[in-house]
């Protein structure tokens, strides 16, 4: 099991761009840290998510 944004997800195995891609983020609008580091945006195909991770998405959003 994985936990991403908190919540617990059958997503090991699975490369992390193709999650984000599967549930919809925008990768241009997106950080990702993985275990309390950043996953910088070109190793997002290069990632597989592995049991026991710890995955938050963050989206920016602007305002003013």
Known sequence: MVRINGEDVDAAGVVLGKYL?????????????RNYEIVT???????????GDVIEVVSFVGGG
């Open 41 to 51: 945006k070109d190793k997002y195909d290069d990632v597989t998510i592995e049991d």
């Open 21 to 33: 891609d599967d549930n919809g983020y925008n990768r241009l609008t997106i950080a990702v840290e």
